[in-house]
């Protein structure tokens, strides 16, 4: 098919990476006509335009999906005035799952408005080591289950005076508990043993305290094992003893913080993927940011956005095709090649191919 000059956009209005430059696509019910899932695709800005279209290609190695492309972040703020047009944001709405990358400065008007547009009351994050990876805690294998929806990223703040600003925490029992009663499927699920409520109840007594009891209450009534640590003594015993820990419970703001540490402990941000589900879709990008220092040399590392896609499609319904992804992801970390991060030579299509390769 002849593609048109420039950015790579076919005649047709896609691109050579299956996503649609038109916007095109099915945004009702989510399926398309064909029954065929509908993923949007919006690869934001920095090194988000380089990995997300590599996941693009491993999806569709492994699947029939329709995916449709749209823009967000700093680079449609400036050419707009919108950081998240609203076409964006009603396709994340429909679509049966959306692949995100990362947004710049401009990150706050974009992915919370995002989770919100696909329901999300829970960010899952795991954070294990890969075989292969120089990593410090080559042992660890934690699951970060993190509330999604309020929290100090309510986005309640205030300038009361020239010298006085303000940051409201709203924890509400219902999003607590909600959060709790999925953390109890999730371990159950996967026969896991049990999970860890992390916390500051000792200081944020109303606030942290209604989230600790709202989700062992939920624990207690399902007959799951929980535990609860302190965050700050967590973040130390999970640098020290890894393997204490396995499922981690926790707030919105400490969830983001906590998961960027293990992410150190097992070879860096490009290897955490992340899911935000909700109720009947979900949104799912690699934890790491833009990477300004490094977009467009082409050498950022696709791993943790390709193991978002595995997610993506494991939600969906297709367990085979994630353990396909993992597994060829899991095999080139080992035997290489690997991202500059990583300590190698190979650009993000040199890793990308040889995912592909495995599948």
């Known amino acids: 098919m002849t593609e048109a000059p420039g950015d790579g956009t076919r005649a047709d209005g896609s691109r050579a990476d299956g996503t649609r430059a038109d916007g095109g ?27 997300v279209p590599a996941a693009v290609k491993v999806l569709d190695a492994v699947g029939d999906y329709e995916f449709t492309a749209a823009a967000a972040g700093d680079a449609v703020l400036d050419e707009t ?3 998240l047009p609203v076409e964006t944001y009603d396709l994340a709405a429909a679509a049966d799952a ?9 990150a706050a008007d974009v992915i919370l408005p995002l989770r919100e547009a696909v329901g999300s009351f829970v960010n899952v994050r795991p ?3 890969y075989p292969g990876v120089d990593a410090l805690r080559p042992e660890m294998d934690l699951v970060f289950l993190r509330e999604n929806t309020e929290g100090v990223y309510a986005g309640h703040e205030d300038r009361l005076a020239d010298d006085v600003s303000t940051l409201t925490r709203v924890v509400t029992e219902s999003a607590s ?10 371990v159950a699920e996967r026969d896991r043993d049990g999970f860890t409520v992390v916390h500051k109840a000792n200081v944020m007594r109303e606030t ?3 989230f600790r009891d709202a989700v062992l209450a939920e624990a207690e009534a399902a007959g799951v094992d929980a535990d609860t640590a302190l965050m700050d003594a967590f973040a130390t015993r999970v640098c020290l003893d890894p393997d204490r820990f396995d499922v981690i419970v926790c707030p919105n703001l400490a969830g983001d913080v906590l998961s960027d540490l293990a992410a150190g402990l097992v070879g860096g941000l490009g290897l955490l993927p992340s899911a935000n589900l909700g109720p009947e879709r979900g949104l799912f990008e690699p934890v790491h940011g833009t990477a300004p220092d490094i977009a467009g040399e082409g050498v ?10 595995a997610m993506l499609v494991e939600s969906l319904g297709d367990a085979d095709a994630a353990a396909r992804i993992r597994t060829a992801v899991e095999e080139v970390l080992s035997d290489g090649p690997r991202t500059p991060d990583l300590g190698g030579a190979a650009t993000t299509a040199d890793v990308t191919d040889a995912v592909l390769a495995r599948l």
Do not use: K, M, W
């Not at 989510?30 to 690869?43: L, W, Y």
């Not at 950022?300 to 896609?309: E, G, H, R």
């Open 208 to 210: 942290d305290g209604r």
């Open 81 to 83: 005035g919108e950081a």
């Open 127 to 129: 954070a294990r080591a």
């Open 25 to 51: 696509g099915s945004h009702g019910a989510g399926d398309s006509d064909d029954g065929v899932p509908e993923i949007a695709v919006i690869e934001g800005d920095g090194i988000g335009r380089e990995v």
């Open 177 to 186: 508990r909600r959060l709790g009663a999925f953390a109890c499927e999730y």
């Open 98 to 106: 959306t692949l995100f990358g990362a947004a710049g400065e401009s």
């Open 300 to 309: 950022a590392n696709p791993s943790a956005t390709i193991l978002s896609a």
